[in-house]
């Protein structure tokens, strides 16, 4: 069964960097876009990023633009999200998502951004 | 402020009909496929319609999407109590190159 494993998350201080994994299993990871979004604490969900099959082609969210960088590893079947000046409102739980219908979700790791 | 629009809250009583409604852009719903997610109490959001009226293997026929122009609808017939949840609508935006998010819609089983 597909399975979506993040970890990375923790807390850091504002300004700082931090890089999110996303271990993939159960499907051909190679195959399929990959995306991450997040949701801040009780809040909605709000688009981050997404990359291609084959790591060609990255797409941003405004917010997050110039400052997080989506990566991926087929070898690994893994996902990776590197945050870089983090702030105070990119405090949230961040999801690693499948394909371009959101198909399949992780858990979510928890990234909490405070001095 | 999202670029999608959703009411932030919806209900119903059991064995009612509910209907939730998703209103875009043309550089959003007005030229992409829209999706429907579930967020149940404390989870990882599912995926609930894909490409505007299709169920994924596993959802029940008492869910089903509609698109119309700009907008979006979800519709749950015969209500109950584990309906109980939050519901996102999405589509790709031609304008941001990126997925935007309705705000979400809270639905609750009287």
């Known amino acids: 069964q597909v399975q979506l494993v993040e970890s990375g998350g923790g807390v850091v201080q504002p300004g700082r960097s931090l890089r999110l994994s996303c271990a993939a299993s159960g499907f051909t990871f190679s195959n399929y876009a990959m995306h991450w979004v997040r949701q801040a604490p009780g809040k909605g969900l709000e688009w981050v990023a997404a990359?291609?099959?084959?790591?060609?082609?990255?797409y941003y969210a405004d917010s997050v633009k110039d400052r997080f960088t989506i990566s991926r590893d087929n070898s690994k079947n893994t996902l990776y999200l590197q945050m870089n000046s983090l702030r105070a409102d990119d405090t949230a739980v961040y999801y690693c998502?499948?394909?371009?219908?959101?198909?399949?979700w992780g858990q979510g790791t928890l990234v909490t951004v405070s001095s | 402020q999202s670029v999608v629009t959703q009411p932030p809250s919806a209900s119903g009583t059991p064995g009612q009909r509910v209907t939730i409604s998703c209103s875009g852009s043309?550089?959003?719903?007005?030229?992409?496929?829209v999706n429907w997610y579930q967020q149940l109490p404390g989870t990882a959001p599912t995926l609930l319609i894909y490409s505007n009226n299709q169920r994924p293997s596993g959802v029940p026929d008492r869910f089903s999407g509609s698109k119309s122009g700009t907008s979006a609808s979800l519709a749950i017939s015969g209500l109950q109590s584990e309906d109980e949840a939050d519901y996102y609508c999405a589509a790709w935006d031609d304008s941001l190159n990126g997925r935007v998010f309705g705000g979400g819609t809270k639905l609750t089983v009287l």
């Open positions: 990359i291609s099959y084959d790591g060609s082609d990255k």
């Open positions: 043309t550089s959003n719903i007005g030229s992409n496929t």
């Open positions: 998502v499948r394909d371009q219908r959101l198909d399949y």
